[in-house]
């Protein structure tokens, strides 16, 4: 019985960790667009738009992970590939011309929208998401 709890308890602290998939945001808050996505959330979203085989992506990629773990529950943090139907989305919404893409969301509203320049740097991405997302942890 000890070793299931732990077990479980392991598994659910993995999962705290973990990034949020787009498609189960959709899911949770019954929605099919972002437009009504954004609205829905009930705290602050960050979203990374990026593409198979971006170099830059994939240099975000680790600071965009290490950020979401460290604010657990405070925010949301989900990615989806550009070619998705939540990117084609994302770029009728916003004009995405580059990639990554950022896109941070707080009490509804687009607080910062922007190809991502930061890259491999963790410092700067978190304090672009403070910055917007209105959390600091």
Same mark, same amino acid.
């Given at each position: ?33 972002? &437009?009504?996505?954004?609205?829905? !959330?009930? /705290?602050?979203? +960050?979203?990374?738009?990026? $593409? ?5 992506? =994939? ?38 011309? &580059?990639?990554?893409?950022?896109? !941070?969301? /707080?009490?509804? +509203?687009?607080?910062?929208? $922007? ?5 491999? =740097? ?16």
């Amino acid at each position: 019985m000890i070793r299931k709890m732990l077990i479980l308890a392991l598994c659910v602290a993995s999962v705290r960790a973990e990034l949020v998939s787009i498609e189960s945001l959709f899911s949770r808050f019954k929605v099919t667009t972002l &437009r009504e996505l954004f609205v829905a !959330i009930d /705290r602050p979203l +960050v979203l990374d738009v990026y $593409g198979d085989g971006c170099h830059y992506c =994939n240099a975000l990629s680790r600071p965009f992970d290490t950020v979401a773990r460290s604010a657990e529950d405070a925010i949301y943090f989900a990615k989806f590939n550009h070619t998705t139907t939540a990117g084609n989305q994302a770029k009728s919404m916003f004009g995405i011309s &580059r990639i990554p893409y950022i896109i !941070i969301v /707080r009490n509804g +509203v687009v607080s910062y929208n $922007g190809v991502c320049t930061s890259g491999s =740097n963790e410092t700067a991405f978190k304090k672009l998401v403070v910055q917007h997302a209105g959390v600091s942890f």
